[in-house]
């Protein structure tokens, strides 16, 4: 037997026990045996004499005993070991007492107790609010987490709150669920359906609670509550991040692909207005980049501002964007809109006190009738934007599908050219220059020609504009100028060869240094070589471009201003560079039989280049009475038909041998 017994007749003395129970209170010898008294005992064995510190009595085993007749239980700790100490009233008035060693027993419920109060202190710490609510909604538990978050005051904490009454209490404090139904729905009414979930519900005053619900068997559930706001924000401020563009705060490509690809469809008639800025560039390289984002901000401002209800902006990047515009019943609409673009970016801007003048073309595609898919109208509403840009800029255009093919067979020269570049289909060709009174032939200007595989000779009229768009004009350009410098090195001393220059080109950072490395490589004289510009080259950023002009003629090289005339300000121009050469247009030319203000503007040129020290040539000179009259004028030199067209490079050296 495990336990300890003994029996006490009515007088408290030992009437049996066994070997056990001496054992188990450590008793001296002799302290139990039968007839021996309850006090003799106690005496022997102090602990039974002793008052209890544990348990609600605070009685001794033999007090209880003497003065007492209901059952005591008494946990007594012997050294190492906790044994239970019960003593049970019999019918004649003795007592059976009865002892057991529950020290394991005792282990487990003081680890359980350790464990309640780790878990109490847990609940108490935990950064998130968890409360228990029965199948009435009526509060289990909660801990000081979910106070806190909340605010409760603590009479609404008590097991037994209903729930209406903390939402009510929230609603007064400013932070109940903005949609309070919506948050019995899908939280507390799915929560006791029996479904786990967790749901993020914005209170009134802005937070985010990640509630997640879990119910329990009885029919109540449990719930946590994490103010997840900040991680809600930075989400959606990377959201925001990737659909929108960082320096205008506008919708990006990839926002406005997926709206366009909603209101197709729904098949709504809408206009998507493609914007390109002219003159954009030139402002951001001329005022510096941090000035170019200004200017942008201020462009993005005044393009909203022409927006009616319903219609959208976004910046597709540089200095690219795109309006949307719904329900646009007629073209009228979207052409109103262009309107109002295209004037508001035309006034003038004010950057870092400097005034800039921009300009806005505009492509315009309507849905569905020009495009069914996103990208199909973006495409057209650019084609459309190409045309705008190539009428003269400052302007709208709607797309017609006759653009389309026109487009097409851009792109298809735009990939032949660079396999052209690529693969040496250029030639150049030499339009000789005479000495209008000698006759004598003083030089040849540079022409470029394209052996075309499929379409033969290409003039430079159908791609030189691509070319420059495309910035292919850069390197198809140094090939010219270092392949006329070599043919021309053959020559002889007094004969130049004169090679057009793109303002593109003109602009390239590289220039100067290929002139010089041509005219190395070529052993040409400097002086034999002439580069013709045009007067758009001084347009933008003049004094980049004159500070360009006077290093190249300080190296020798002579500079020609070709078109003379065409433009708007050439006159103004030749203040400010020191030209060799002017080259009368030949649409003066043309009209000299006929016109009388085109001879009095060709002399008025001559007689201009006379004073400066300047040579005239006049271009274009196809007949007799187109040569009297230029040399009437006092024109110096002559390039035209009438002297020669322009011939392969083997043409020239028969040409010149001839003399
Ligand atoms: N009807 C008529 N035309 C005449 C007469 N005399 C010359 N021409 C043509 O007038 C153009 C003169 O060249 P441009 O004004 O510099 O105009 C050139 C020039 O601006 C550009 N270009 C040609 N080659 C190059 C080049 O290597 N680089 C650059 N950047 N542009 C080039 O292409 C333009 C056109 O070149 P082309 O077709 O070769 O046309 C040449 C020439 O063939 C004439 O008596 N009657």
């Known amino acids: 037997m495990q336990q300890g017994v003994a029996l006490l007749d009515a007088d408290l003395r030992v009437v049996i026990f066994n070997d056990r129970i001496g054992k188990l209170l450590r008793a001296p010898k002799g302290a139990i045996e039968v007839g021996v008294s309850a006090t003799r005992m106690a005496a022997q064995i102090p602990i039974l004499a002793r008052t209890q510190q544990s348990d609600d009595s605070q009685e001794s085993w033999l007090t209880h005993l003497l003065k007492c007749s209901t059952l005591f239980y008494q946990e007594i700790s012997i050294g190492e070991r906790i044994v239970s100490l019960t003593s049970t009233p019999v019918d004649d008035g003795g007592w059976l007492v009865s002892c057991d060693d529950i020290s394991a027993l005792a282990s487990i419920r003081k680890d359980m107790a350790d464990q309640n109060r780790r878990f109490d202190a847990a609940l108490a710490n935990m950064p998130h609010g968890l409360c228990m609510f029965d199948a009435d909604k009526n509060l289990l538990l909660c801990n000081a987490g979910y106070c806190r978050l909340y605010d409760l005051p603590e009479t609404l904490t008590r097991p037994g709150t209903p729930l209406w009454q903390i939402l ?264 000789p220059q005479v000495n209008a009174g000698t006759e004598e032939v003083v030089g040849f200007e540079a022409l470029l020609r394209w052996h075309h595989p499929e379409r033969g000779l290409v003039s430079p009229g159908e791609f030189i504009a691509l070319a420059e768009e495309t910035g292919l004009i850069v390197p198809l350009g140094e090939w010219v100028l270092r392949q006329a410098c070599k043919d021309a090195a053959s020559w002889p001393g007094h004969v130049r060869v004169a090679v057009n220059i793109s303002p593109v080109q003109f602009r390239s950072p590289s220039l100067i240094h290929t002139v010089i490395s041509a005219l190395a490589d070529s052993g040409l004289s400097a002086f034999q070589l002439e580069l013709e510009i045009t007067e758009s080259v001084l347009l933008t950023d003049s004094e980049t471009a004159l500070a360009t002009l006077h290093h190249i003629k300080k190296l020798g090289v002579r500079i020609a201003m070709d078109d003379f005339g065409t433009g708007y300000s050439s006159l103004s121009y030749l203040r400010l560079f020191p030209f060799d050469k002017i080259k009368i247009d030949q649409s003066f030319i043309r009209e000299l039989g006929d016109s009388k203000d085109c001879a009095a503007i060709v002399k008025a040129v001559v007689d201009l280049g006379s004073s400066l020290g300047i040579t005239t040539t006049a271009e274009g000179v196809e007949t007799t009475d187109q040569l009297d009259q230029v040399r009437e004028h006092g024109c110096t030199e002559i390039q035209g038909y009438f002297f020669g067209k322009p011939l392969p490079f083997s043409h020239v050296e028969k040409l010149l041998r001839k003399g």
Do not use: W
């Open 168 to 431: 009510d209490y929230r609603q007064t404090a400013g932070n109940a669920p903005v949609q309070r139904e919506a948050y019995f729905d899908v939280v507390v009414e799915a929560a006791l359906k029996g479904s786990a979930a967790s749901e993020n519900i914005v209170l009134m005053d802005g937070r985010v609670i990640k509630i997640t619900h879990n119910p329990m068997e009885n029919g109540g559930y449990v719930a946590t509550h994490e103010d997840v706001t900040e991680s809600v924000r930075a989400e959606e401020q990377i959201k925001h991040m990737a659909g929108h563009d960082p320096l205008t705060g506008l919708p990006n490509r990839a926002l406005l692909r997926e709206k366009l690809e909603k209101e197709l469809a729904l098949r709504k008639r809408c206009a998507l207005l493609c914007m390109d800025l002219d003159h954009f560039k030139h402002a951001n390289d001329t005022l510096g980049h941090a000035a170019g984002d200004l200017l942008l901000k201020e462009v993005t401002d005044r393009l909203k501002k022409c927006l009616g209800e319903g219609d959208s902006i976004a910046r597709l990047g540089g200095d690219e964007f795109i309006v949307f515009q719904e329900e646009v019943q007629t073209k009228e609409r979207a052409a109103a809109l262009a309107q109002r673009l295209v004037n508001a970016i035309g006034e003038t801007f004010i950057v870092e006190g400097q005034p800039v003048q921009l300009g806005v073309s505009i492509g315009i595609a309507i849905t569905p009738d020009d495009g069914d898919t996103a990208d199909g109208v973006l495409k057209n509403a650019d084609t459309a934007l190409y045309k705008a840009k190539t009428d003269g800029r400052g302007t709208y255009c709607f797309f017609e599908p006759a653009m389309d093919a026109g487009m097409q067979k851009r792109r298809k020269l735009e990939v032949d050219l660079r396999q052209a570049i690529a693969g040496s289909q250029f030639e150049i060709y030499y339009q």
